[in-house]
């Protein structure tokens, strides 16, 4: 089993930065991506960003392009979420997301506890 554990939320004013950190551990040699997902209250869940564990590639919600960007640290198993020029409407509670195959076309996904992001005045 894999797990996951976020860090890093809190409150911040808008144009504001905030980095999120996400740690992975147990059984991960077979994750595929992992990224981050938001949920506003009222809301469904909506993907942020994701990279791919073999080559890095990385893709973003046209809402946080050019203002977040995703990264890892392969020795650690983390990955981070930087978060610039924040708007109030980044508020949400944010998730890491791994995915697993199996190697027979199956896939699984590990969700972490989630963290709190909150942008006002």
């Known amino acids: 089993q894999v797990q996951l554990v976020e860090s890093g939320g809190g409150s911040v004013q808008p144009g504001g930065s905030l980095r999120l950190s996400c740690a992975a551990s147990g059984f991960t040699a077979d994750l595929d991506t992992i990224g981050w997902f938001r949920q506003a209250p009222g809301k469904e869940r909506e993907g942020v960003s994701c990279m791919r564990s073999s080559d890095g590639n990385t893709n973003y919600a046209d809402s946080v392009k050019g203002r977040f960007t995703i990264s890892r640290d392969n020795a650690q198993n983390r990955v981070y979420l930087q978060m610039n020029s924040l708007k109030p409407e980044d508020t949400a509670v944010y998730y890491c997301?791994?995915?697993?195959?199996?190697?027979?076309?199956?896939?699984?996904?590990?969700w972490g506890q989630g963290t709190q992001v909150t942008v006002s005045s």
């Open positions: 997301e791994a995915r697993e195959g199996d190697g027979f076309g199956h896939e699984y996904s590990h």
